[in-house]
């Protein structure tokens, strides 16, 4: 049982916390002053400590400071309201674990709490530690995956820990920039194959006349311009994981030789009369509708059935809208290690922007506005001025058609499709309460 130290000057607040933890099985201790909590800390070892970032007798960081003396490896969360949250990421920046605003749920407290007591870094690529964000962004070593807080975020971090320890084909389905590859690089990290190769292969990229050599590798002579032996993408991702992005752009030719070598599990190099076996997992991603494509005659449904023994959704940005500061913070750090800089955070109207913009595309879009942003921000936060005039127009745009009735009904039926007809999460997405929406599902006639 982890027994923490509960530091707040709001005694009904913090009785409220204290009775919410002790349910879920903590042991807590309480202080209501910053002095009554280092008598605390110097008589009892926690682990963890939880304080406001203002009390009546100490300012939080100073606490802070004074703590760490005390016991240097005991991770610290700060509970702060929404106009200290600059302060708080600077608290971050000398210490503390993490930091999470009021008001919050309770979902977000034992989401931030269990982080901290695991003492899970947030790392990046070049396994550099970065800042920590208000709502816990989870990245796991050696890879760009985040795992957010919200319902769409949490289904599809349950699908890729429930089919990673298989070998079951996987297809990815998701629009334009929402981490499709990303996905695929989670399933391969925590799968039995991640000490082996992963190759990520663009399938709209290559030609037709190549894509043979290219999957399977030549010998040298077999064609013009074959001047030396070459190895293929399945004998590279042989004992590990091949993904085959945008795999809908491969030609019919392309899709028999694919499902030969996907049945077979043997490839054969152009121009040679040897077979290679290997063992692979292959994975999948597209922005289509296969199915369409199968009924259209454009995809083989053969292989559409290979390559689909489980398929993941990857949400839209809009389907994850309670992430969006999770992935505007990170994404913030990272540009900051880019590009040498040290912005702290956005202002109160970036966020707001951000909340009300659609971003057609999804986190990509998001990615490249903050880099943008972050290099063009003279100051501890990124400003109005920093965004692209692009971004305005779009948003004004948007904004417009949304008023129009017809577009408004589009809009509901998307909604609703994307979130399965779950009206609360619908209602969610379109910014609008659920009320509203029974309203408008009457008003259009949308059963």
């Not at 750090?333 to 202002?347: A, D, P, R």
């Amino acid at each position: 049982m982890a027994r923490i130290l509960l530091i707040e000057d709001d005694v009904p607040f913090c009785k409220l916390l204290e009775k919410f933890l002790i349910k879920k099985s903590f042991e807590i201790v309480t202080a209501f002053s910053g002095s009554e909590a280092k008598i605390k800390i110097k008589d009892t070892d926690f682990d963890l400590i939880m304080t406001d970032l203002r009390l009546p007798d100490y300012d939080g960081i100073q606490l802070m400071a004074e703590i760490k003396t005390i016991n240097p490896n005991v991770p610290i969360l700060l509970m702060t309201g929404y106009s200290d949250v600059s302060t708080a990421v600077k608290a971050i920046k000398n210490g503390a674990t993490d930091y999470i605003s009021k008001p919050f749920n309770p979902e977000e407290v034992l989401l931030v709490i269990t982080n901290a007591l695991a003492q899970e870094a947030i790392v990046i690529e070049d396994s550099t530690i970065v800042s920590k964000t208000v709502k816990k962004t989870t990245v796991q070593k050696g890879s760009s995956f985040i795992q957010g807080i919200s319902a769409a975020s949490l289904k599809l971090a349950e699908y890729i820990k429930l089919v990673s320890p298989t070998n079951m084909s996987v297809l990815v389905i998701g629009e334009s920039g929402t981490g499709k590859e990303v996905i695929a690089k989670s399933i391969h990290e925590n799968s039995a194959r991640k000490n082996s190769n992963f190759i990520a292969v663009d399938c709209g990229s290559i030609p037709k006349e190549l894509a043979a050599s290219e999957f399977f590798g030549h010998v040298k002579g077999s064609f013009t311009g074959a001047i030396q032996d070459k190895i293929g993408f399945f004998e590279a991702a042989n004992g590990g994981t091949i993904f085959l992005d945008e795999i809908g752009n491969l030609s019919y030719e392309n899709q028999i030789q694919l499902l030969r070598a996907l049945q077979e599990r043997k490839i054969k190099p152009v121009g040679s009369n040897k077979e290679i076996a290997v063992d692979i997992r292959i994975i999948t991603a597209t922005n289509e509708d296969l199915r369409e494509a199968v009924k259209n005659g454009d995809f083989r449904e053969d292989l559409y059935h290979r390559i689909n023994e489980f398929s993941i959704h990857s949400p839209s940005l809009l389907e994850r809208s309670e992430d969006l500061m999770l992935f505007s913070d990170f994404f913030l750090e990272k540009s900051n290690q880019e590009l040498n800089k040290n912005v702290i955070g956005f202002s109160e109207e970036v966020m707001s922007i951000f909340q009300n913009y659609r971003w057609p595309g999804n986190l990509r879009e998001l990615q490249n506005c903050i880099k943008r942003a972050t290099l063009l921000s003279p100051g501890d936060f990124i400003e109005k001025e920093a965004l692209p005039v692009e971004f305005f127009q779009q948003e004004k745009i948007e904004t417009t058609d949304f008023s129009l009735s017809e577009n408004e009904r589009e809009a509901i039926v998307e909604a609703l499709n994307r979130t399965n007809h779950n009206k609360t999460e619908a209602a969610k997405l379109l910014k609008i309460n659920r009320k509203t929406l029974y309203n408008k599902l009457k008003l259009y006639g949308i059963n």
